[in-house]
T-cell receptor, first 111, second 117 residues
Framework: QKEVEQDPGPLSVPEGAIVSLNCTYSNSAFQYFMWYRQYSRKGPELLMYTYSSGNKEDGRFTAQVDKSSKYISLFIRDSQPSDSATYLCAMTPGGGNKLTFGTGTQLKVEL | GAVVSQHPSRVICKSGTSVKIECRSLDFQATTMFWYRQFPKQSLMLMATSNEGSKATYEQGVEKDKFLINHASLTLSTLTVTSAHPEDSSFYIC?????????????FGPGTRLLVL
């Protein structure tokens, strides 16, 4: 079993839809959680960064962390074609440890 | 947000030659830099972690003599692929992390596409 599980998709939604992306993990030591967006042939871009459990909102993006369930989510409201990309979750216990990534979910937002 | 650059963005070389890729943090000091490799439609694979002024720590299965990493300053790390072969063709991405408590976020460069003929 992988430390971080993420559905690879592809996930196809119509423009304007609310998108829900999720990751589950097994390591209870993870404290810091990130979501990255990666366009084809580009490096990952940091979208959201949260510490421990709770919600964080930034524009159309909301990140949720439920440590009790070992489950994190990224919601995208009013999705746009420009949101079409691969979304990677990443997490770490902190203290300078390396990030553990999910496999990424490919999202396509169609007109 | 923090900016990380990589150079070159794309390189084509002949088998047996060496290729150097530079990674720079432009607006912050990166105490730690990471090098990843990514194959098409796959996630990032960590190759090595480097701290400024010390030797890099390589992940299991990564040949340190083939992938030479130098982290000479707080803003620059280089990856040299020595005696490159076609199987080394891949997308190489660096990331950088600042120091300080709670500074766990990594900021990624745009990547370097290497094609070895």
């Amino acid at each position: 079993q992988k430390e971080v599980e993420q559905d690879p998709g592809p996930l196809s939604v119509p423009e304007g839809a609310i998108v829900s992306l999720n990751c589950t993990y097994s390591n209870s030591a993870f404290q810091y959680f990130m979501w990255y967006r990666q366009y084809s042939r580009k490096g990952p871009e940091l979208l959201m960064y949260t510490y421990s459990s709770g919600n964080k909102e930034d524009g159309r993006f909301t990140a949720q962390v439920d440590k009790s369930s070992k489950y994190i989510s990224l919601f995208i409201r009013d999705s746009q074609p420009s949101d079409s990309a691969t979304y990677l979750c990443a997490m770490t216990p902190g203290g300078g440890n390396k990030l553990t990534f999910g496999t990424g979910t490919q999202l396509k937002v169609e007109l | 947000g923090a900016v990380v650059s990589q150079h070159p963005s794309r390189v084509i070389c002949k088998s047996g030659t060496s290729v150097k890729i530079e990674c720079r943090s432009l607006d912050f000091q990166a105490t730690t830099m990471f090098w990843y490799r990514q194959f098409p439609k796959q996630s990032l694979m960590l190759m090595a972690t480097s701290n400024e002024g010390s030797k890099a720590t390589y992940e299991q299965g990564v040949e340190k003599d083939k992938f030479l990493i130098n982290h000479a300053s707080l803003t620059l790390s280089t990856l040299t692929v020595t005696s490159a072969h076609p199987e080394d063709s891949s997308f190489y991405i660096c990331s950088a992390r600042g120091g300080g408590v709670g500074q766990e976020t990594q900021y990624f460069g745009p990547g370097t596409r290497l094609l070895v003929l």
